[in-house]
């Protein structure tokens, strides 16, 4: 396990299924539930933090021994300010219409906690390379999350795919779009949903693997944990379970230790 | 008057800020488990909502408009909220210690709650005046409390349910909260009828 776990391609894919932010480790919530009506921007919002998480993590693992560890927070929180201030002037220049559809969206990719999350849990202690792969994949299972969220809401809630109306649903016809799913209450619906039937496979998966192996360590954020995190957010210190998300906190308690 | 009643009631009831915008989602769904807790986390963000609306509408408009460095807002506010939370922490060790015993630890949580965010940079996009942000900060300090309020109640209620596994604890809240957000969808109505669209 140990030589797996420093590979690059390990480090790509746990992002995109083991630990995927929105689906396992339930974090940065707000975006996926306000940009998600439609396939498009949900695809965006999801490039647009993906960049910041990657050049982030750059910007962070470079500077992980210049930053005196008290300071740690405030500096990797205006590293990120800049980064997201310069991803908006360039969709405000080159693609406005995505800039409006996402609104403050955009400026908020600041405090989102996957962002601050892997700065604390990832590139603060390792090199270069590995933390830019670990925000791709991060980046990467984001978006694929953010997609196909959006493709629900959208092709539910308006009847198109990618703005592309679907034949035999709106207009005259008998089928109409669901209206609620692309309105709030749609995105929560659609959230749980999907997080309910990425539990459902993680159990499948993990049911076929050896006993000893079903710790935290090995799957990190798998429906146990939830369970696990969910009955110790009453005894565990407030600070902890207070802000972020169940499955969050164990994980980066866990790499800290490393 | 009737723009800031305007303002207030849209911002508690129809576009409450968790349920229909989305601010805050991450520490509703952590922290309405317990009642006290969200209670102290809700206190905390009214306040912090309040004062930095009161510090960061005037740096907008008397320091950055006249000077061109609009862009700057993001950098600017996430530095003016994280400092306020530092300072007033400290103030409120020194001269309130039952409220700090209270709400202390959730404040330097509310840096990184998008809540905050969020609505500062609504002051700015709507333009509001320097009492009107105040109205509207304070008005989603207000909303955040009351879906944490009506949200603790309803994950009581979800404990005792016999839940799939798979859909127990977020999931489930997940789908419990489009129910209630439903609920805040019929406010509409009822504000169009008193304030006009």
């Not at chain 2, 000077?67 to 007033?88: D, G, K, M, R």
Request: aromatic share 10%; hydrophobic share 55%; with cysteine.
């Amino acid at each position: 396990m140990a030589d797996k776990k420093s590979s690059l391609s390990y480090e790509f894919t746990k992002g995109i299924i083991k630990e995927n932010p929105l689906l396992v480790l339930l974090l940065g919530t707000c975006p996926a539930l306000a940009v998600t009506t439609s396939a498009w921007d949900g695809v965006g919002m999801g490039l647009a933090a993906t960049f910041v998480l990657v050049m982030s993590n750059l910007v962070i693992s470079l500077l992980r021994n210049i930053i005196p560890d008290r300071v740690r927070i405030p500096s990797y929180i205006t590293i990120i300010a800049s980064l997201v201030t310069i991803l908006q002037l360039f969709l405000q220049a080159y693609l406005p219409d995505l800039n409006k559809s996402l609104g403050i969206f955009i400026p908020l990719i600041t405090v989102n906690c996957i962002i601050l999350g892997r700065a604390e849990a990832f590139a603060n202690k390792k090199p270069v390379l590995i933390s830019i792969i670990d925000g791709l994949g991060m980046g990467v299972g984001f978006t694929a999350a953010l997609f196909l969220i959006g493709s629900v809401r959208e092709i539910l809630g308006s009847g198109s795919f990618f703005n592309i109306a679907i034949p035999f649903i709106g207009g005259d016809n008998v089928l109409q779009p669901i209206l609620i799913f692309a309105l709030p209450p749609g995105g929560f619906a659609i959230y749980g949903l999907m997080i309910a039937i990425s539990n459902k496979l993680n159990a499948r998966f993990y049911a076929r693997q050896p006993a000893e192996l079903m710790d935290h360590e090995h799957y990190p954020g798998s429906i146990y944990d939830h369970h696990q995190a969910l009955l110790e957010a009453e005894t565990r210190d407030t600070l902890i379970a207070a802000g972020q998300l169940d499955g969050a906190f164990p994980l980066v308690k866990e790499k800290k230790e490393e | 008057m009737i723009d800031i009643a305007k303002i207030l009631f849209t911002v508690i009831l129809l576009n409450n800020i968790v349920l229909s915008q989305f601010l805050g989602v991450c520490s509703f769904l952590g922290l309405t488990t317990d009642l006290k807790n969200s209670m102290g986390m809700s206190f905390a963000v009214i306040f912090v909502m309040v004062v930095s609306s009161a510090i960061t509408q005037p740096i907008f408009q008397y320091l950055l408009v006249p000077n061109n460095l609009e862009y700057l807002q993001t950098v600017v506010f996430i530095l003016v909220i994280a400092s306020a939370v530092q300072i007033l922490e400290a103030i409120i060790k020194k001269v309130f210690p039952p409220l700090y015993k209270g709400m202390g630890i959730y404040l330097p949580l509310i840096t990184t709650n998008c809540a905050i965010l969020g609505i500062m940079l609504v002051n700015i996009q709507e333009s509001y005046t320097f009492f009107e942000s105040l109205v509207n900060g304070f008005g989603a300090g207000v909303s955040y409390m009351l879906a944490m309020f009506l949200f603790v109640g309803v994950r009581k209620k979800m404990a005792q349910a016999n839940i799939p596994a798979f859909f127990e604890g977020v999931p489930a809240a997940l789908v419990a909260a489009a129910i209630v957000s439903v609920s805040f969808n019929g406010f509409k109505g009822v504000l169009e009828n008193i304030f006009g669209r």
